[in-house]
């Protein structure tokens, strides 16, 4: 199995910068999109950003311009820079590891979450 463990969310005023981590651990992912999801309590999970196996990056229409999604493959890492945070970027983050970039029904692996607060 692999293992995905996110760290660095926080809370951060409006306007401020997070970033978000995301390790990689035990079998190889292999060729896989990874992305990271939100999700607030009462809504469904949806997908931010995404890095596919040739480097092409997806972004949600809601984050284009201030968030950054990147690998840094000697350390399994997947991160997110985030910018410009708003109150709707409020969320529980969590990073996944699917065939398809950002639909969420097919990721296969997923981490534990991590909270991000904008106020």
């Known amino acids: 199995d692999v293992q995905l463990v996110e760290s660095g969310g926080g809370s951060v005023q409006t306007g401020g910068s997070l970033r978000v981590s995301c390790e990689a651990s035990?079998?190889?992912?292999?060729?896989?999109?990874m992305g990271w999801f939100r999700q607030v309590p009462g809504k469904e999970r949806e997908g931010v950003a995404a890095?596919?196996?040739?480097?092409?990056?997806t972004y949600a229409d809601s984050v284009k311009g201030r968030f950054t999604i990147s690998t840094d493959k000697s350390k399994n890492t997947l991160n997110l820079q985030m910018n410009g945070l708003k109150p709707e970027d409020t969320a529980k983050y969590y990073c996944?590891?699917?065939?398809?970039?950002?639909?969420?029904?097919?990721?296969?692996?997923w981490g534990q979450g991590t909270q991000v607060t904008v106020s």
């Open positions: 890095i596919d196996t040739d480097g092409t990056t």
């Open positions: 035990g079998n190889t992912v292999g060729p896989m999109c």
């Open positions: 996944a590891a699917g065939p398809t970039c950002l639909v969420r029904q097919v990721q296969r692996f």
